[in-house]
T-cell receptor
Framework: KNEVEQSPQNLTAQEGEFITINCSYS?????LHWLQQHPGGGIVSLFM???GKKKHGRLIATINIQEKHSSLHITASHPRDSAVYIC???????????FGEGTQLTVNP | EPEVTQTPSHQVTQMGQEVILRCVPI?????FYWYRQILGQKVEFLVS????????KSEIFDDQFSVERPDGSNFTLKIRSTKLEDSAMYFC?????????????FGDGTRLSIL
């Protein structure tokens, strides 16, 4: 069974700070997703990765398949980035997403 | 941009009653999913559906649950004889391809409250 661990569980930052959220998993995967969940509950897909690095605006996601680890970085953080960030993986044996617990990010002005 | 839509946004039901949660996936998508998130917990996979049949289901998805795509546009999750522990946010998602190849598109969720 794949375990998906995220750290930290909670993160508070000042506006403008560089943010890093980490995700590690225990078995082989075909893809890793970073998702954002806002207080109303809706989930938005940020990135899907199977190797390397992706960038979208101030967000950067990286993955190291050998180390079974991924990071999500937010540069120049802003209060509107406050949300829960969730890592989810697709195992090579199936199509389901297995989710981490999420990281609650709060960015203060 | 096309969206996955879920109705209702909030459903309150008495324990033991049947409930149907509805989803309209994005029109050209082929893979459909239901997930559940109990308050304060992580999101959990329930079931995936492709080519008019269940392709994968979790241990949570027991005989109490069923899914259907009755008319080529709606994708429904039925929960028979609801229990208190079924109270959760239920998310529908769809993909044009497998989620190893494409990001998933999620609906805004249905909050199910069992009394």
């Amino acid at each position: 069974k794949n375990e998906v661990e995220q750290s930290p569980q909670n993160l508070t930052a000042q506006e403008g700070e560089f943010i890093t959220i980490n995700c590690s998993y225990s078995v082989g995967i075909s893809a890793l997703h970073w998702l954002q969940q806002h207080p109303g509950g809706g989930i938005v897909s940020l990135f899907m990765l199977s190797s390397g690095k992706k960038k979208h605006g101030r967000l950067i996601a990286t993955i190291n398949i050998q180390e079974k680890h991924s990071s999500l970085h937010i540069t120049a953080s802003h209060p509107r980035d406050s949300a829960v960030y969730i890592c989810a993986v697709v195992e090579t044996s199936g199509s389901r997403l297995t989710f981490g617990e999420g990281t609650q990010l709060t960015v203060n002005p | 941009e096309p969206e996955v839509t879920q109705t209702p946004s909030h459903q309150v039901t008495q324990m033991g009653q049947e409930v149907i949660l509805r989803c309209v996936p994005i029109s050209n998508h082929l893979y459909f999913y239901w997930y559940r998130q109990i308050l304060g917990q992580k999101v959990e996979f329930l079931v995936s559906f492709y080519n008019n049949e269940i392709s994968e289901k979790s241990e949570i998805f027991d005989d109490q649950f069923s899914v259907e795509r009755p008319d080529g546009s709606n994708f429904t999750l039925k929960i028979r004889s609801t229990k208190l522990e079924d109270s959760a946010m239920y998310f529908c998602a769809s993909n044009p391809q497998l989620p190893s190849n494409q990001p998933q598109h999620f609906g805004d969720g249905t909050r199910l409250s069992i009394l």
